[in-house]
């Protein structure tokens, strides 16, 4: 099981896998609360068409993706719906819709487009160096040195709009746009390492799988991040022993996860109605 580390460019990508894991399962608790799951992908798909424009222009490999993300995550934060006939998700799947179409004309123009889209949608774990390992973790810790700090004023804005009274935050909330520009920055640095499916997976899947396991609030968290560690752990095992693509197979081992936590929710739930039905 662990015959993988003997290999260094497999220590580098389950270093990878931990440090985005427990970034974005942290952070996706946050946006689970917050029922706005289509933020990772359209933020994602952003990302990738500042990557997809930035090779058709032939320059700003690393600037463009950055601008192009963090000016959607700076767009999201202003998103606040006052119709009850409209939902805050479906216009962020607008917008994911539309730089995904833009994304795929950019990149059939380039000499390899059907392995870049591939790369796009999983990316390339197994190539991550040590100077991109560097980067994210310097990110993962001033975002959650800074969600640490402000726990507080995060998760009270978080269960805001768990309770419905979110549209009493304003046009504008500082912790609100701080928050979309942490979503913003994590999953820039994440999805040139792991690709779009892979980041949206570490995001969403542990969070909604320790949601079902605990009701306590900050268990949720540990649980979240536990479960996308042993995720990136045996996703690897998986892809280094079957060969196997790594970004798959660790969404594929997570979503084994997201099963068993939902077999034993259901068990729980059999379990307390029969106690209920005998009291």
């Keep these: 099981m662990f015959q993988m580390f003997q290999l260094p460019f497999m220590v580098q990508a389950f270093s990878a896998a931990v440090i985005t894991g427990i970034l974005l399962s942290y952070l996706g608790v946050h946006v689970v609360g917050r ?12 990302s990738s068409l500042g990557v ?26 202003f998103i606040n719906i006052r119709d009850k006939r409209l939902k805050q998700e479906a216009i962020i799947g607008i917008l994911y819709a539309f730089t995904s179409a833009l994304t795929v004309l950019l ?20 190539s991550v160096s040590w100077q991109q390992i560097t980067a994210i973790g310097i990110v993962a810790g001033v975002i959650l040195l800074l969600q640490f700090i402000f ?35 994590a999953i820039v640095f994440a999805v040139k390492i792991n690709g779009v499916i892979p980041v949206f997976s570490y995001l969403i899947i542990p969070a909604v799988s320790a949601i079902m396991l605990t009701k306590n609030k900050t268990t949720v968290f540990i649980i979240a991040m536990v479960i996308s560690i042993l995720g990136g752990f045996f996703g690897l095992n998986f892809s280094f022993h079957y ?16 099963l068993l936590a939902s077999g034993y929710r259901i068990a729980r739930g059999s379990t307390d109605k029969k106690q209920i039905s005998n009291s």
């Design 35 to 46: 029922g706005i799951v289509f933020v990772d992908l359209a933020l994602g798909q952003i």
């Design 52 to 77: 997809a424009f930035a090779a058709f222009i032939g320059t700003g490999v690393t600037s463009i993706p950055l601008i192009f993300t963090l000016s959607g995550a700076l767009l999201m934060s």
């Design 107 to 126: 990149i059939s123009k380039t000499a390899h487009g059907d392995s870049d889209i591939q790369e796009v949608l999983f990316g390339n774990i197994l």
């Design 151 to 185: 726990f507080r004023k995060f998760f009270a804005l978080t269960e805001s709009f768990e309770h419905g009274v979110n549209h009493l935050i304003g046009i504008f909330n500082i912790w609100n746009f701080l928050f979309y520009i942490s979503i913003g920055l």
């Design 243 to 258: 060969d196997f693509p790594a970004g798959s197979s660790i969404v594929v081992v997570l979503g084994g996860f997201f």
